[in-house]
């Protein structure tokens, strides 16, 4: 399905990183792992900032545009073509990692986000931005299966080891090219590992 989406000559989502990754990248630094990063959009933007990018998604489609992104914006980073249901990080092996609108069915999400918590070292943050289930009616982007729609409590329980630095459920304009276009309920969430 992925590789379909993005075999268009323009980015599905566009090129500009995500507002929310953005507004807090102050708070990343060392080595990052992006789940489900797609055509490169927030890869390209985190290692502009000299983060070293791990970039994984199942679409070697769009980790293609997402190198052909990075060579035009003279930057690189590594990609790796990965089904996240079964994506296992080396334990300790990163300080960061970030899931902007990554879904998954609810028991695949806990066990991803389980495995990441245990890929980050002491310290480490986790952040994330993906609809909430309050998008189920809207027509503005997102999976239609409120299995993989993300509520605030639900995100905390993945996270034994880490504590909130930033959570909520809001609504926001998200504008990020043809794939997410107009007002959405997202849940935006920061966590920091313990330790």
């Known amino acids: ?42 890869a390209v933007f ?12 199942g679409s070697e489609t769009g980790l293609a545009k997402a190198r052909t992104l990075a060579a035009s914006r003279n930057v690189n980073f590594d990609t790796e073509v990965a089904d996240l249901n079964d994506f296992a990080p080396p334990a300790g092996s990163i300080q960061g990692a970030v899931s ?34 309050a998008q189920l009616p809207r027509s503005t982007g997102g999976p239609k299966n409120p299995d993989m729609l993300f509520s605030l409590d639900e995100l905390l329980k993945d996270f034994s080891n880490s504590d909130m630095l930033l ?14 276009t107009g007002v959405a309920s997202v849940v935006q969430l920061i966590m920091r590992k313990r330790g």
């Open 46 to 57: 985190m290692a502009e900032q000299g983060l070293d990018v791990w970039a994984v998604d």
């Open 100 to 133: 902007i609108f990554a879904h998954l069915p609810g028991a695949a999400r806990r066990q991803l986000h389980q495995r990441v918590e245990q890929a980050l070292q002491p310290g480490g943050i986790f952040l994330l931005e993906g609809y909430s289930q």
């Open 167 to 180: 959570g909520q459920e809001i609504e926001r304009e998200v504008l990020e090219g043809r794939g997410h």
């Open 1 to 42: 399905m992925w590789n379909e989406v993005y075999s268009g000559d323009d980015y599905y989502y566009g090129t500009s990183p995500n507002d929310f990754l953005a507004e807090h990248i102050g708070k990343l630094s060392g080595r990052i792992l992006s789940l489900a990063e797609g055509e490169g959009r927030n």
